[in-house]
């Protein structure tokens, strides 16, 4: 399986954009990013996915590398309440088992 | 509202003794999973089932059973095989039929040994 990976921790400070990373050299044409964050004592939550074009929503975008090695979760005013750790996973279909590392824990300075 | 309940939020068990976890979803989903998290670590599923009567053993299942009577259900028993129970155990369903292959979360059961 392709594998991810991720900083441990990063901080922000609130109200300014933050980028995570997430780096997977090994991604197979049909793998797709998935990006899910949980917040303390929470179950995880999801909070955007992609193939190969950027995507956005309400919550994030996504940044795709060209070359799919690579790709960011961009969160564009980082507030207290996104604080919570993030998990960068591949998948290859709609069902397929979620394989989680250990994520960025993110901190955000009020 | 839909969405996925988990009871009880926390459990405590005794030596030898089997319990079991509740996971219930009113989202219509196919699919259903059980996974564990200790602390500091991601999470790591147990077992996963996409229909009724039909589940798969996931990269931890020993010591662990399921049953899927019903679409919604997707209960979960920690046997006393199981040596080292202790941890966060979250239930997530899935829409197979989806585009979008988004997992949803319950809010989770800590298990406590005693």
């Known amino acids: 399986d392709a594998k991810t990976t991720q900083p441990n921790s990063m901080e922000s400070n609130e109200e300014e954009p933050v980028h995570l990373p997430c780096n997977h050299s090994t991604i197979s044409g049909t793998d797709y990013i998935h990006w899910y964050r949980q917040l303390p004592s929470q179950g995880p939550e999801y909070v955007i996915h992609g193939l190969t074009s950027n995507v956005n929503n309400r919550m994030a975008s996504l940044a795709i590398a060209e070359d799919r090695k690579s790709s960011t979760l961009i969160l564009h005013r980082a507030t207290l309440r996104d604080a919570a750790v993030y998990y960068c996973i591949l998948t290859k279909s709609s069902g397929d088992k979620l394989t989680f590392g250990t994520g960025t824990r993110l901190a955000v300075r009020p | 509202d839909g969405g996925i309940t988990q009871s009880p939020k926390y459990l405590f068990r005794k030596e030898g003794q089997n319990v079991t976890l509740s996971c219930e979803q009113n989202l219509n989903h196919d699919a259903m999973y059980w996974y564990r998290q200790d602390p500091g670590q991601g999470l790591r599923l147990i077992y996963y089932s996409q229909i009724v009567n039909d589940f798969q053993k996931g990269d931890i299942a020993e010591g662990y059973s399921v049953s899927r009577e019903k679409k919604e259900s997707f209960p979960l028993t920690v046997t006393s095989a199981q040596k080292n129970p202790t941890a966060f155990y979250l239930c997530?369903?899935?829409?197979?039929?989806?585009?979008?292959?988004?997992?949803?979360f319950g809010p989770g059961t800590r298990l406590l040994v005693l």
């Open positions: 997530a369903s899935s829409d197979l039929t989806s585009s979008r292959e988004t997992q949803y």
